[in-house]
Structures are given as structure tokens and as C-alpha cells.
């Protein structure tokens, strides 16, 4: 049972621009200080885009921002949204090949499990991430403290 | 997010062995009535007897039966045993290649979740999937009442 990569990565993202505050990061600058896959994080950032996470300002001081204050940014409905996926057994979706899927009770027990997963992840926000490693966190990423 | 197909198969045979009761059955009748693959089946039953979940009988009555009563299998150690890699993010590994793993708190967040997650399947044990809906599932599975 993993996260996809995808979520992962998301999560960096909205951590290093968390960190960043009100100044701008490229992706270049990202994927080097996780040192992970420029390629991989454009398609990050577009999808967080889309959904709302992540803004790119234009211009010559342009560059990407958070969308929205970490506070605002619900950890639940973020692994949400950037989990494609969350069909944990091939029952979960609309279509199964699993004979006994009509009287089977499993998939109303792994839902149940599925959502304490989820309700756990409702408590935290960005915020809560980076508010008490603030410092550790933007020394790591090599981050100038905030203004 | 998903469970690997070996749980998935773990789980159908523990169904398919839990109603049987004493009737002996072969890996060759489990597979047909799924429909999946005989060789994918080999392996998981191998697995599962190693673990303590299935004994196979030899002799000419013999064949696959569980190794305890289905009150004795608990869902979530069943989950823990067949899920080989339940590292939800690379950090929750002995070595992370994440740079910010020593000062990030997503993985403590991460793992109350799946904590969470396993709690509600610890409350579960295969009778409670077999007992209620005993005559629905063997009729789909082609399985004869037990005497």
C-alpha cells in the first residue's frame, strides 16, 4: 500500500512553496533541492494548478506562489485530489471481475478503514507542517527566512 | 492507494476455504471459480500456509483447508502479512532519499493514518465476512452447503 509518487512530489511542492512565502520559486529550483525529476514536477505543478493549490505569477518577478495560505490547505482533501486512484481493492470502482463483489462485505469494511485513513489526514493542514519546523525545514531547502 | 492483487487473492481464498469448512479444495477449484490465474493462486497459497493461515491435507481426501477457524483470522494482521511493503511514502523506509525526511512531520501525520486505517480492519475477522452472507457467497461459488 503506497501513495503514488504523484502525491508524494505534491506534497514537496506545497512544502518548499509553503516555505517560501510571498517570494517566487521555479521548478528548476525545486527539483534541485529535492533532486527529483524536473519532467516529473512540471506535471505536478500543473495539476496543482488546476486544483487550485498553486498559482504561476507572470512577469519578470513572476514565478509560482501558493494559491491559497498553508492554514487553508487540508492534507485530507489534498491526498484527495492528487490520488488518482483510490480504489483500494478492485471493488471499489464500477466495474469488478470479482464473482462474489454483490454479497462479498469486505469492500464495506475497507471503506471503513479508507475513511479513518482519510479522517486522520482531515485534522492536519500545511500549516501544520511547517509551522513548527519552519526553520529546520528552509535551512534544509536552502530558503532565505521570511521578510 | 491500493492493496496489491496478493492480498486481494489472500483474501478470496481465505473466503473460498472459509466456507468450504472441512471439504478439502485445490488451488485448480479456486482459480476457476474466480477466474483468475492458477499461478498467481500457487504462490499466494504458499504464502498463506507459510504464515499460518492454510494447511494443505495430503492423501487421496486430501487438499486446502484453513489452518485456524475463520474467528481466528483477524483482518488487519491478515493485511499486515499479505501487504509485503507498507510503506505508505519512500520516508517511512530505513533510507530516505528525501532531503527534508529528518525534519518533516508528514510522516508521523502518515503514519496515524494508516494506523487509523489498520485499527478498523484489526475489529474485523473473516466470519464476520463469512457469517452473515454464508448462503449467498458459497451459492455463487458453486459450493455445497456444509453438512
Redesign the interface.
Known amino acids: 500500500?503506497?501513495?503514488?509518487r504523484f502525491?508524494?512530489y505534491s506534497?514537496?511542492v506545497l512544502?518548499y512553496l509553503g516555505l517560501k512565502g510571498e517570494q517566487r520559486s521555479t521548478i528548476q529550483e525545486i527539483a534541485e533541492?529535492?533532486?527529483i525529476s524536473r519532467n516529473h514536477l512540471m506535471k505536478v505543478v500543473h495539476e496543482l494548478g488546476q486544483k487550485g493549490y498553486v498559482t504561476a505569477v507572470r512577469g519578470k518577478h513572476g514565478g509560482l506562489v501558493l494559491q491559497r495560505p498553508p492554514a487553508e490547505i487540508n492534507?485530507g482533501m489534498l491526498v484527495r485530489d492528487t490520488?488518482h486512484?483510490?480504489?483500494?481493492?478492485?471493488c471499489f470502482g464500477d466495474h469488478s471481475?470479482?464473482?462474489?463483489t454483490?454479497?462479498?462485505?469486505?469492500k464495506s469494511?475497507?471503506n471503513?478503514?479508507?475513511q479513518?485513513?482519510?479522517?486522520?489526514?482531515d485534522r492536519?493542514t500545511l500549516a501544520?507542517?511547517l509551522d513548527?519546523?519552519r526553520q529546520?525545514?528552509s535551512q534544509?531547502?536552502g530558503i532565505a527566512p521570511m521578510a
Open positions: 500500500m503506497h501513495l503514488t502525491t508524494d506534497l514537496r512544502i533541492q529535492f533532486d492534507l490520488e486512484d483510490m480504489r483500494l481493492v478492485e471481475d470479482c464473482r462474489i454483490q454479497a462479498c462485505l469486505l469494511v475497507f471503513e478503514a479508507l479513518a485513513f482519510l479522517a486522520v489526514l492536519y501544520d507542517m513548527p519546523r529546520q525545514l534544509i531547502l
